[in-house]
């Protein structure tokens, strides 16, 4: 008989600690660097595209001092008297030369229009519900006047030369994450093109037997166990928001060898690969072996809930995200991380989650030792409500939510507590 060796009696190893989500995220960023290639794009073109260049402005905005009325411009002091009659010495409309203005004469007013430069002399502008004009006499002193019946402050309604944009400073930084606002202020010194980073080039993939496409499969013909696969459609989303170009290849079998196929093929000409599904500790997950046969994995399981199995590495010169497969854990996973890291591939300056403190109206009495991230919805008088089903599968409570509450591991909320909550609109652009 052949003795078998003793098994040597061991503990089995205490189960490492996960990593904190901050600590997985400064990691995850710093492997971020900035793609080096900017590109011109026209200014109409570049919402949500991050600047490549500062923006340096070659005049002040506004280039002259302006009426912000439409009214009388007027020297204060010459309507220091409640009912203080001035003669109306020039017009002036929005689009008039500011070169050459005649200069204001004593006790008189220039009829002037928003937007209109403000003559010499004049300090300060009397809006036209303030005054009556007067018909214009004749002999001496000819002409339309105006009685101004409120005496106005000096400067008031008048707007100053390069009150918004001085000449020579910069308006806005590369880095600058581009929106109907900043694509205006651009404008307003005179870009109709700008340097921006160039798109992300991700791969994308889900894996599962499971997994079947709308359209191609109905519903009543659904083989038991199989699920349609929405992943992908919101994960396609997401990523499009942020401007990246999407490789969509689909869905991958739960084999080693299709996985790494697979892996192959996305790691060609792309800089990110997002996976979903598959990266957890199943018999059927291959993705982890297979990120190591072709590269590397430098970070798998953060503590966060959902999305613990979050997984990151390399493979040649692509970056790889795998996301767990439950669809709430791959939204939310996607938004706390994925979304900072594709802002940060882009040079964005700004990519933190920012959060509000709000009170929360419901009371949560299971701490988590992970950091947890509630689907909430901010009430009328608002507070926050907490979706009934938090569980990772339920996609339904992210579109009744309209935000995520972040709650710290260890904590349990009462009604009332103040809480940090990050709103979806935040997150989803
Ligand atoms: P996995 O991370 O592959 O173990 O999957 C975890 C759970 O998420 C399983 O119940 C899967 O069926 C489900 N799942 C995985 N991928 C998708 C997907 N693309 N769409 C919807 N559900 C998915
Ligand atoms: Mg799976």
């Not at 109905?218 to 396609?236: C, E, T, V, W």
């Not at 060898?257 to 500790?281: F, N, P, R, Y």
């Not at 991380?337 to 109206?361: N, T, Y």
Request: with cysteine.
């Amino acid at each position: 008989m052949n003795a078998s060796p003793a098994t040597p009696v061991s503990t089995p190893p205490a189960r490492a600690a996960l990593k904190p989500l901050d600590a997985a995220l400064d990691e995850l960023l710093a492997y971020a660097t900035a793609l080096p290639d900017a590109e011109s794009v026209l200014t109409f073109d570049a919402d949500g595209r991050v600047l490549a260049q500062d923006l340096t402005s070659s005049l002040n905005v506004p280039a002259h001092d302006n009426s912000s009325m439409d009214g009388y411009a007027v020297r204060a002091a010459d309507c220091a008297d409640a009912a203080a009659v001035l003669q109306v010495s020039q017009r002036m409309a929005a689009g008039i030369s500011a070169n050459g203005l005649l200069p204001l004469a004593p006790q008189s007013a220039a009829r002037i229009f928003t937007g209109a430069p403000i003559p010499p002399g004049a300090d300060a502008v009397v809006m036209q519900e303030d005054c009556v004009a007067l018909e214009g006499t004749t002999g001496e002193g000819a002409g339309p006047r105006v009685q101004v019946k409120v005496a106005p402050q000096p400067g008031q309604w008048i707007r100053r030369r390069g009150e918004d944009v001085a000449a020579g400073s910069v308006v806005l930084q590369r880095g600058e994450r581009l929106g109907p606002a900043s694509l205006g202020l651009a404008a307003s010194i005179g870009f109709d093109r700008l340097q921006v980073a160039r798109r992300v080039r991700v791969a994308l993939f889900s894996t599962g037997d499971e997994l079947v496409m709308p359209g191609e499969v109905l519903p009543q013909d659904m083989k038991p166990g199989a699920i349609y696969n929405s992943n992908r459609f919101f994960l396609r989303t997401l990523l499009q928001r942020l401007g990246c170009v999407v490789t969509d290849l689909g869905i991958v079998p739960d084999r080693l060898e299709a996985t790494i196929a697979a892996l192959k093929t996305a790691s060609d000409g792309h800089d990110l690969i997002l996976t979903s599904g598959g990266v957890s500790v199943g018999e059927e997950d291959h993705i982890k072996p297979a990120v190591r046969a072709l590269g590397e994995l430098n970070l798998w399981q953060i503590a966060i809930k959902p999305g613990k199995p979050f997984a990151y590495g390399h493979i040649g010169g692509a970056h790889f995200i795998g996301l767990p497969g439950n669809p709430v854990s791959s939204f939310v996973t996607f938004l706390v991380l994925v979304r900072p890291f594709i802002l940060k591939l882009q040079g964005a300056r700004e990519v933190a989650m920012k959060s509000i403190a709000a009170p929360a109206h419901f009371t949560w009495a299971r701490a988590d030792k992970r950091r947890e991230f509630l689907r909430v919805r901010q009430n009328a008088a608002g507070g926050l409500d907490l979706f009934d089903n938090q569980s990772s599968g339920v996609l339904t409570s992210a579109v009744w939510g309209d935000g995520l509450l972040d709650n710290p591991p260890g904590r349990t909320i009462a009604h009332g507590d103040m809480v940090q909550f990050v709103p979806f609109s935040s997150l989803l652009c």
